[in-house]
């Protein structure tokens, strides 16, 4: 069990770096280009993966989101979010309104 873990942890961090790697935005990327990193974390899977993680990437300080500012809209539940009740309640009035013609 140990010697398919010692194969399967490595192989899991470097699949994890380098999907990571290429879908990060250029301007995300620190220290080298993109194609350099995903070279890296390919010819030298062990090392280029933890290189990839601690240093190639910014990174979000603890306790912010990504969601927060920069013209993103933060996620709402749809309970909590007016336009969609407003949106129930206009298909409530358009059911009341079909109910009310086939009488």
């Known amino acids: 069990m140990l010697r398919v873990l010692m194969f399967l942890v490595p192989l899991a961090l470097s699949v994890y770096a ?21 070279i890296l ?10 290189s990839w993680i601690i240093a190639g990437k910014k990174r979000q300080p603890a306790g912010t989101s990504p969601w927060q500012g920069g013209g993103r809209r933060q996620w709402v539940a749809p309970d909590d979010n007016p336009d ?18 086939k009488e």
Do not use: Q, Y
């Not at 974390?41 to 933890?50: H, N, Y």
């Open 84 to 101: 969609f009740l407003k949106s129930l309640d206009n298909d409530e009035e358009r059911d009341d309104k079909k109910d009310k013609d």
């Open 41 to 50: 974390v390919l010819v030298f899977p062990l090392v280029g993966s933890i």
């Open 18 to 38: 380098f999907i990571d790697c290429i879908s990060t935005k250029d301007s995300d990327i620190r220290h080298m280009p993109k194609p350099l990193w995903a």
